[in-house]
């Protein structure tokens, strides 16, 4: 018996308190079991002090607490060693308290007992325990749990969350009781003699210590501390990489799995580690001493969700896959830090796990007396390198042994491999058989051409050339099946593959989603379907097992956008249905179904795409993936056109009504009309047969078994080598030109249908490059195919059907019986356009007929309108985009030409090396150069009077000199020079240029671009033409309508053009500012006198006469604008509806008749003196596209629509909605009479009704512009995204725009993209790659360029007001993807590595 004298009573009473201290909780009644030599007892928890620092009650914990020899309470000064066991599930303290005793009578070294050794068990009770654990009041109101007993809810008490009761205290954490217990015992007051504490648990008690371990502080303590794992379910992973795939398990790294979100473990503790990121827990749980034991016949597994399954398929192998993760060391065995893994025949037996050994000895054993003595690992041989961090030096340390034997096709032992059914390592099963043995199914896999087999669930063969991403090795121990047909040997496991391969077996890379398709389409992320059913994409679609990106990229070439969906949908659009969203890029989880190494989209989503080079339709044109025109000419329905010949395309299709020829179904389409099916089967490569079925066009790649089927109306290639078309919409069967046949064709010439030329090879066959198989009707269609393939320059055709498609001309062999066709390079570029009686032919420099060096260097090539200097021997530093295998050097800078980005390039060999900037150049013999220049244009004009031709080259554009002045460009562009200005933002584009001519020629290129700025050799390309700043290091020059300017107020200008060739130079000295014209004249009072002069010769055209109601239209197409010349205009300013203003202009034409005409603006133009006059009336109808939408709720706190567009005495809905229009935005509102709003975001809070909205215009007493607090919204049905704030990119998931500033910084590390192209390629697939590759948990893009990354959340405080990113001041696109933003001045796009941290906005 403890003995207490009255004072020592009273200190211990007293003490009890003040501080933690057993025995003096309150004791709580309950019905717990009693077990011999120990008693149920109440340890006293102090309150956790609250956010005031307040001491909150003091708490009790229920316990189990050994006795002596004696069976008295132990006396604390004898103790030497402490043990608290966590029990599992179940919550039976009693049960781990009884079987932690019995272990300790079985340990054999003297002088360790139930005298010096005491063992705590404590009991963590949840709602199931209530009125057996601990009193319940059932009825009363509150306070229900009424005593001071700890409780937890659920098993949240596994993971350090804060109690549930009592109520008046709920901020103790598990792990602060653990801290608490574990500081009790190191008190050396109470415990002098304390050599070892251990906190010991299995299975959830062993997840339970092994997250203390890892979150758990550095207590400091005098005394070691041991942490004891036992058989876990699942272990705390430090990293968010996983050993096997994730797919399916968005939550895979939630807390308790991962640190990505608490939600279902709410906690306080640890919070500042947490934020410190993944290294420091590592870093932390790294400082702990812990005792793996690991029952090796325990592959049980008790997960209820998804999430321990991507660490391991059960209890062993996470185990090895852990601490082959997160590897165990023990550098100090006399010390503090040595983890120690023994290895134990044992299942899922605590009380087994605790008695063997190997228990008794880190339990009871180790480091008893203080002098740091320990035993060495138990269990061997060991399973894997790594699991035996203090081995004995006596025993056979090694890994267990394998199969070393060789089988059929050279195959040996390659290891044990994950499979499940959602996650395939083998893409084909060649059978299950109970004879199945090792040398059954490596001679099967052998004998049909593979290198790979593995067996699985000991009858199972899988075969293969390549494993597929997802296949994960894993330990030895899972392979644990012996063979149907041989039980001595091993095949597999559940969900696991004995794997045999012909030396290493391949593992083919993960699908992705690539940033670039086909060069011009840049990835968007997934896309949802609409909300209402329709489609995100409306236009045309097509769907086919042959699906790939490339193949719907090429299918909606047109289009500004492609998607695709279930792996083998194809869809094109114009635009984004508003109803559809962007999300998360990991729910595009489908690959495609001919590439499974990328996504196709999945469910009810989209793979989206845009093409940066799209530019809206302004004729009437096919629509992307429609059916081109073919011949024009409408064909009979059936059964009138039944056997007719049909050409379209320079193909010939025969009509067979009511017959549908069985399979080898290539796509389907929804067409207009039976024509429309033919022209579509004759513009797709691999289409030799057609079937109509009501609006339904179904392709086939072959033609199968006719079927009578009296609704289907055919068509069947039939064939011919014509490639002009027919005006008549039927033609004779036998009218069709001389086949391209062998050996009759061989070394002649056949013409594509897109007038690429090939040359015919018989019994001719190049090495190499083969890049898809097809079944073609014959040799024509095979080289058609070729045609209609951007990357194919070489066929082989060969049977009676099979065509090979190659995108590398290799080395010719010798091949009786193939048929082969060779792309001929294009001879001299040149370029004819007819309008009317006007042919225009140009060219800068005449390009070689073939490229290559160093026949080219120095000469410029013409590609597409843009103009490449070839530099041979030359490679420029820095700067990549992308690469690509092309055929020759031509096609390297054709490549180039046609992505926007791009103005250099580098080939070497086959590989083109595309650019986005123009670096140092640097001699490499071998390596072929172009760079993009802008070169002055020889123009030669000619009409049906008189021709005209300028051959001088242009005055250099600079500054100051050119201030003021309009530049043409090559497009017929005009450009307004401003030196020393730098307008805000818009910034999407950069490259370099050698003078400031060539930086507006790359913005003259560049679709999108409306002003520039100049500075140094840096050419800065805007998308917005912002306000204007002073600096004097710019050279700036902005995008002008018309040759005129976008602005007006009173001006008093001197105009007079250059006696130079086009570009032509206009000289405007302005004596006041210029405001824009809208599309509705208010008022102008302008004095302008104008002289121009030009050398060139002006034809007489025709007059013609053009109305325009809402766009700018221009008459007819010239170099150079028309010039003013004298002209007197005067008006009187008026906001009336009635009002009208009328002006009359006399121009000069410099070169022909191009006049632009404004809205509502009737223009008449003759010969080369034009007299225009305009009448313009202001009107009350809305811009094209500009509908009402409603009146809406706005409040100064939550904007509504959150860009102010400022304040205007002129305001109404159309002023307002064209203004947002300009800057990009969707939605505009009026408020308050004058106030204009813009935003991209629908409104959500209606008004109760729009008589709400009545305060009048103050441009226009007869509308309403809202009121206050309430606006007055319009929506512009015209509005397209562009710009995007990324939701995701793999791993990484956007959070929102934070402020930022260079003396706070909200992530603090600089990241350097040096390794991706630098600041010039910043996108936030190159940020978040690089931030990866740093470790880093948070990243974020700034200001175009920037890239920043941290493992320190950012402050939830620094989250920027705003419905989005966008809005919220992150707007600035990606230099190195201008459909992105990479935050903005003073603003950063931040991402979380983890796929569910999102910032909190706060009340």
């Not at 009296?710 to 068509?715: D, E, K, R, Y």
């Not at 070729?786 to 010798?814: E, H, N, Q, R």
């Not at 221009?1114 to 604008?1121: D, E, F, G, I, L």
């Not at 709003?1237 to 009545?1254: F, I, L, M, R, V």
Request: aromatic share 8%; proline share 5%; glycine share 10%.
């Amino acid at each position: 018996m403890r003995c207490y004298t009255p004072f020592a009573a009273l200190a211990a009473v007293w003490t009890g308190l003040s501080t933690a201290q057993q025995y003096v909780g309150e004791m709580i009644p309950n019905s717990l079991p009693p077990v011999g030599n120990a008693e149920i007892t109440y340890f006293k928890i102090p309150g956790v002090l609250d956010k005031n620092k307040t001491a909150a009650a003091n708490l009790t914990l229920i316990n189990y607490y050994s006795h002596g020899q004696d069976g008295n309470r132990i006396v604390e000064s004898k103790i030497k060693r402490a043990v608290i066991i966590i029990h599992g599930l179940n919550r039976d303290p009693g049960t781990y308290q009884s079987n932690m005793q019995s272990a300790l009578t079985q340990v054999t070294t003297p002088g360790i007992n139930f005298d010096n050794v005491v063992i705590m068990s404590p009991y963590f009770t949840n709602g199931d325990d209530k009125g057996t654990g601990y009193p319940w009041n059932a009825s009363a109101a509150t306070s229900k749990s009424y005593t001071s007993a700890l409780v937890w809810k659920g098993s949240q008490w596994s993971a350090g969350a804060n109690n549930q009761y009592p109520t008046v205290s709920q901020n103790t954490s598990s792990y602060f009781v653990l801290d608490t217990l574990v500081r009790y015992f190191d008190d050396k007051t109470l415990f002098p003699n304390m050599n070892q504490i251990v906190v010991a648990g299995h299975s959830l008690g062993a997840q339970t210590v092994h997250r203390y371990a890892a979150l758990g502080q550095r207590l400091g303590t005098i005394s070691p501390v041991t942490y004891w794992v036992a058989n876990p379910n699942s272990f705390i992973w430090m990293d968010i990489s996983r050993p096997l795939p994730t797919t399916g398990c968005p939550t895979y790294d939630n807390y308790r799995d991962g640190y990505s979100n608490f939600t279902a473990y709410p906690m306080t503790y640890g919070q500042a580690l947490v934020n410190q990121g993944r290294p420091a827990i590592l870093a932390n749980y790294n400082s702990k001493q812990v005792a793996h034991a690991r029952g090796l016949l325990d592959t049980g597994d008790d997960s209820s969700g998804c999430e321990p399954g991507t660490t391991g398929i059960n209890r062993n192998e996470r185990f090895f896959n852990f601490i082959k993760a997160f590897p165990i060391s023990c550098p100090d065995p006399a010390g503090r830090n040595c983890d120690t893994a023994d290895l134990v025949n044992m299942g899922h037996d605590g009380g087994g796990m605790m008695a063997v050994p190997a228990g008794r000895a880190r339990l009871f054993e180790d480091n008893f007396n203080g002098d740091g003595k320990r035993a060495y690992d138990f269990g061997y041989p060991r399973q894997q390198a790594g699991d035996d961090p203090f081995p004995d030096p006596a025993l056979n340390s090694t890994s267990a042994s394998v199969n070393n034997n060789t089988y059929a096709g050279n195959m040996t032992y390659a290891g044990c491999y994950s499979d499940s059914a959602n996650s395939r390592s083998f893409p084909m099963q060649l059978f299950d058989n109970s004879s199945t043995t090792i040398e059954f199914c490596t001679a099967a896999c052998a004998s049909q051409g593979y290198s790979v087999a593995g067996m699985e669930y000991s009858s199972q063969c899988w075969c293969s050339s390549a494993m597929t991403y997802q296949a994960q090795r894993v330990i030895e121990g899972s392979c644990n099946m012996g063979c149907a047909g041989n039980s001595t040997e091993m095949c597999g496991g559940i969900s696991r593959l004995s794997v045999y391969s012909n030396g290493t077996p391949k593992i083919l890379p993960p699908p992705s989603m690539p940033e670039t398709i086909n060069g011009n389409w840049y990835s968007q992320g997934c896309l949802t379907e609409a909300s209402d059913g329709s489609r995100a994409l409306a236009g045309p679609s097509s769907a086919g097992s042959f699906m790939t990106l490339e193949y719907c990229a090429n299918f909606c070439k047109g289009a500004k956008y492609f998607g695709v969906e279930y792996g083998a949908e194809c869809y094109c659009g114009a635009s984004i249905s508003p109803l559809a969203n962007l999300t998360n890029t990991g729910e595009c989880s489908m690959t495609c179904a001919n590439n499974t190494l990328e996504y196709c989209g999945a469910s009810y989503r989209l793979t989206l795409y845009v093409d940066t080079t799209y530019t809206a339709p302004t004729t009437s044109s096919s629509a992307p993936g429609s059916a081109p025109t073919g011949s024009g000419v409408a064909v009979a329905d059936c059964p009138a056109s039944n056997n007719t010949v049909v050409a379209a395309n320079g193909k010939n299709f025969i009509v067979e009504c009511g017959t549908d020829h069985a399979g080898q179904d290539l796509t389907s389409a929804t067409v207009s009309s039976f024509r429309a099916c033919i022209d579509l089967c004759s513009s797709t490569a691999q289409c030799v047969d057609a079937s109509f079925l009501g609006s339904q066009c179904y392709l086939k790649n072959g033609v199968g078994d006719a079927v009578s089927s009296p609704n289907v109306w055919g068509a069947r290639l039939v064939s011919s080598t014509s490639t002009s078309t027919s005006s008549s919409s039927t033609v004779s069967a036998t009218a069709s030109a001389t086949p391209v046949t062998c050996p009759a064709s061989n070394g002649t010439v056949y013409t594509g249908s897109s007038g690429q030329r090939f040359a015919i090879e018989c019994d001719v066959d190049h090495q190499g490059g083969d890049l898809s198989v097809l079944q073609v009707a014959n040799f024509q269609g095979c080289v058609d195919a070729c045609d209609k393939t951007a990357t194919c320059v070489d066929v082989s055709f060969a049977g009676i059907s099979t065509c090979y498609l190659k995108s590398v001309l290799g080395p010719a062999g010798s091949a009786p019986g193939i048929w082969g066709a060779k792309l001929l390079p294009p001879g001299s570029v040149s370029s004819s356009t007819s309008a009317a009686s006007t042919t225009t032919t140009s060219s800068a420099f005449a390009s070689p007929t073939v490229l290559a060096c160093p026949a080219s260097n120095g000469t410029t090539y013409i590609s597409t309108g843009r103009a490449f200097l070839v530099e041979c021997d030359t490679d420029r530093y820095g700067g990549d985009i992308s690469s690509a295998t092309v055929a020759n050097f031509q096609g390297c800078v054709d490549l180039c030409s046609s992505t926007p980005q791009c103005v250099d390039i580098s080939l070497s060999g086959s590989a083109c090396y595309l650019k986005g900037s123009l670096g140092p150049a640097n001699s490499a013999p071998g390596i072929w150069g172009a760079k993009f220049v802008t070169l002055p244009v020889t123009t030669s004009t000619s009409s049906t009077a008189t021709s005209a031709t300028a051959s001088a080259a242009p005055t250099p554009v600079s500054c100051p000199g050119s201030n003021n002045t309009v530049f043409t460009a090559p497009s017929g562009k005009s450009f307004l020079v401003e030196c020393f200005v730098d307008r805000a933002g818009g910034d999407f584009a950069s490259t370099t240029a050698d003078n400031f001519t060539q930086c507006i020629g790359a913005c003259d290129a560049t679709a999108g671009c409306v002003d520039l700025a100049f500075l140094g050799a840096g050419c800065y390309m805007k998308s917005v033409v912002g306000a204007g700043n002073s600096n004097p290091n710019v050279w700036g020059a902005k995008l002008i309508v018309g040759g005129l300017s976008t602005t007006s107020s009173t001006i008093s200008t001197t105009l007079r053009t250059s006696t130079t060739s086009s570009p032509t130079s206009v000289v405007i000295t302005t004596t006041s500012s210029s405001t824009s014209t809208a599309p509705t004249t208010t008022s102008s009072s302008t004095s302008t006198t104008a002289t121009a002069t030009s050398s060139t010769t002006t034809s007489t055209s025709t007059t013609s006469t053009t109305t325009s109601s809402t766009t700018s239209t221009t008459t007819s197409t010239t170099s150079t604008p028309p010039v003013p010349t004298t002209t007197s205009t005067s008006s009187t300013a008026s906001t009336s509806t009635a009002s009208t203003t009328t002006s009359t202009t006399s121009i000069t034409s410099t070169t022909s008749s191009t006049t632009s005409v404004p809205p509502t603006t009737t223009s008449t133009t003759s010969s080369s003196t034009i007299s225009s006059t305009t009448t313009t009336t202001s009107s009350t109808s809305l811009p094209s596209g500009i509908s009402y939408a409603g009146c809406f709720i706005d409040n100064a706190g939550t904007r509504t629509l959150p860009y102010n567009n400022g304040t205007s005495n002129t305001q109404t809905p159309a002023q307002c909605a064209l203004a947002c229009r300009g800057l990009g935005y969707r939605y505009s509102g009026s408020e308050y009479a004058a106030e204009c709003w813009c935003g991209n975001n629908a409104p959500t809070t209606k008004a109760s009704a729009d008589t709400e909205c009545s305060m009048a215009c103050k441009g226009d007493a007869t509308q309403k512009c809202g009121a206050a607090d309430r606006l007055s919204v319009y929506v512009d049905s015209s509005w397209v995204q562009t710009l995007f704030a990324r939701p995701s990119y793999k791993s990484w998931n956007l959070m929102a725009c934070y402020s930022d500033s260079t003396g706070s910084r909200t992530l603090q590390n600089g990241v350097s993209l040096a390794a991706y192209g630098g600041a010039a390629n910043a996108s936030i697939a190159n940020c978040m790659s690089a931030c990866q590759t740093l470790g880093y948990a948070y990243c974020g893009a700034e200001y175009y360029q920037e890239c920043y990354g941290s493992n320190t959340a950012p402050a939830a405080s620094l989250v920027a007001a705003g419905q989005d990113p966008i809005s919220a001041g992150c707007s600035l696109a990606c230099k190195g993807n201008s459909t992105e933003v990479c935050g903005g001045a003073g603003k950063i796009v931040l991402y979380t590595n983890n796929g569910t941290t999102t910032a909190s906005r706060g009340g």
